[in-house]
């Protein structure tokens, strides 16, 4: 595709395409920190821009809904890529990643967690189990990610240059290494998904309702708090809320997929760089530029 018809796709869609590259910073414990950069138009203040980084080893398929602008819903994001997307004040979605998926020319098939029916572009939410990060944009922002329906996938939130709380969300562990048996959900011998207790037993204990349908009664379980102890920052259960839900105002995100909550993470906003940690910026630029000219296999550009 030439770049101006690479241009005016973008433009039509909502997305920016980009390219980044990971690197170690002494600064941080081993942490590869994203450095993205993107031709883009300048944004209005009315929009959040979310940036979509898989840091997995294997493609994921991530699913959005609403997902107008979010390319239709779904797509593809093979291992070290990363896409910008613009959504307007007002979106409330949930954005997850689907895995062991194949889809013809056509954008038809399956997938082996998450799937959306048998579409690429997701118009439904994902089949349980699902790690879910979830928002509503505001003029002050809420969002989580939540362990509610299970655990197929490692997902982070970071905002990146907003103003209040802006604390990191997510699970970085991977619950499929520690999933108890019961809950598992395995192909061919291996666990690919943790099920959730109440998608298990379906009792109004473990699922939070009947006389259990309020945050007095329903309390963590042997399998929230399991999962709890895991990601401390993500929703184990419905009435998890003062650990799990977060607020920040006029800012963008980061949403990655098997990365670290304490990973530095970058985007462009208004055609800066913005990152989620100031600490050794100036530095960061410098060895980002160093990188575009020393290690140009690195580079991913689509």
Not at 120 to 130: M, N, Q, R, Y
């Amino acid at each position: 595709m030439h770049e101006a018809e690479r241009a005016a796709r973008a433009k039509k869609d909502g997305t920016s395409q980009c390219a980044f590259a990971a690197t170690a910073d002494s600064n941080y414990d081993f942490i590869s920190v994203v450095m993205a950069f993107c031709h883009r138009p300048k944004m209005m203040q009315s929009t959040r821009v979310f940036t979509i980084v898989n840091y997995c080893q294997e493609t994921i398929w991530p699913g959005v809904t609403p997902g107008d602008n979010f390319n239709g819903g779904g797509f593809e994001l093979k291992s070290g890529q990363s896409i910008v997307f613009e959504a307007p004040v007002g979106w409330s979605g949930r954005i997850w990643g689907r895995t062991g998926c194949n889809f013809d020319k056509n954008g038809k098939g399956s997938c082996k967690t998450g799937p959306c029916g048998t579409s690429l572009k997701c118009t439904a939410s994902g089949e349980t189990p699902a790690s879910l990060a979830e928002f509503t944009l505001a003029a002050l922002d809420f969002y989580d990610v939540s362990l509610v329906d299970g655990f197929n996938v490692p997902i982070t939130v970071t905002p990146i240059n907003g103003k209040g709380n802006c604390s990191s969300s997510g699970c970085d562990e991977d619950l499929r290494n520690t999933c108890p048996s019961e809950l598992a959900v395995k192909s061919n011998g291996k666990v690919i998904a943790c099920r959730s207790a109440c998608d298990v037993f379906s009792t109004d204990e473990y699922c939070c309702r009947g006389v259990y349908g309020n945050p007095v009664v329903c309390q963590p379980t042997y399998y929230s708090k399991k999962f709890k102890e895991a990601c401390p920052t993500a929703y184990s259960y419905a009435y998890d809320d003062p650990t799990s839900i977060f607020t920040c105002s006029g800012t963008d995100y980061t949403v990655a997929f098997c990365s670290s909550r304490k990973q530095a993470v970058c985007t462009y906003h208004d055609n800066k760089l913005a990152c989620s940690a100031s600490k050794g910026l100036k530095l960061l630029i410098t060895r980002w530029w160093a990188l575009v000219f020393a290690m140009p296999p690195l580079l991913t550009f689509w």
